[in-house]
């Protein structure tokens, strides 16, 4: 289904077996926890503890491209593969119409992890999606390019603080400004991830990921940002002329996807501002570059 970020590859997150065919779809590992979508604030309720942080930052950004991890509601009633055993749950509401309108007519929560092999890059077209997939899945709704182009932010407001898990399509100083609070930033156990996107090597292209890339080494494809362009490039997609942070997001994994069709076994990445949605652009790509087992 498509969602504002990206295609979430979905399923009922009541039925142990919907859930367990997301993960043999994807190739996902298990101990890898899955955000729950549902249709409002209201019914988020029902599945996790929201205190009055949460309540703020609910009211604020849904429907919208912001995760809360939260205590899980002991009658929630979600399969256990869901949350990874964890005693938490990742929940949002979409603001996409046609993913409001599926869990509007199914009456369900929707498990919904991003529509592609796990650790791949991320689709944001129903092609991108066919692509990966091919006729593997039972049906895809073409609701057409996601807006932010960039996977929700994931805060954690299970304790006293808020925790920025993963920066996203909000910034994690909007966040921190209507939470009252600075966000915490704490180490990642990539082998025990409380929540999606933590793992080190994920959103990878097949070719490998160079960044900083000031130049253009041979037979490389460039991912440009700015208005000054490195020449040499095998192909080349920049993600704003402008420099332009949203418009950046938006463009990143349609772009990974076009170079990475292009053959060239190295992308070449130019620096990239690390700030406001800055930073979850560089979050993507240094994952992207990470090496692969």
């Known amino acids: 289904m498509p969602t504002e970020t990206v295609y979430g590859l ?64 002991p009658k929630a009633g979600i399969a256990g593969l869901v949350t990874a055993g964890l005693e938490t749950v990742a929940v949002r509401v979409p603001a996409h119409p046609v993913a409001q309108a ?89 082998d025990a991830p409380v929540a999606p996107g933590q793992l080190v090597s994920h959103y990878a292209p097949r070719a490998g990921v160079r960044m900083d890339a000031l130049t253009v080494r041979a037979g490389e494809a460039l991912l440009a940002f700015g208005p000054v362009v490195p020449e040499g490039a095998v192909a080349s997609v920049n993600l704003s002329v402008s420099g332009d942070l949203v418009e950046a997001a938006q463009n990143l994994f349609a772009a990974l996807h076009a170079l990475d069709a292009s053959g060239a076994e190295t992308i070449a990445v130019m620096p990239i501002p690390d700030v406001g949605l800055g930073e979850a652009i560089n979050d993507r790509l240094l994952r992207a570059a990470a090496p692969r087992e």
């Open 10 to 73: 979905a399923g009922d997150a009541t039925n142990g077996a919907a859930v367990a065919a997301i993960y043999a779809a994807k190739g996902r590992p298990s101990f890898n926890p899955l955000i729950v979508h549902v249709a409002s604030i209201a019914q988020a309720r029902t599945i996790a503890e929201l205190g009055p942080v949460a309540e703020l930052l609910g009211e604020a950004f849904w429907p919208g491209p912001l995760t809360l991890v939260a205590r899980l509601q």
């Open 102 to 190: 599926l869990l509007a007519a199914c009456g369900r929560p929707l498990a919904a992890p991003s529509a592609n092999t796990s650790g791949r890059i991320s689709p944001t077209t129903a092609a991108h999606v066919a692509a990966d997939f091919g006729d593997r899945l039972a049906m895809t709704l073409d609701g057409g390019a996601c807006g932010h182009g960039l996977e929700s932010t994931i805060v954690d407001v299970s304790g006293s603080g808020v925790v920025l898990l993963r920066p996203g399509a909000i910034a994690a100083d909007d966040i921190a400004r209507v939470a009252g609070v600075a966000l915490e930033r704490r180490a990642v156990n990539a």
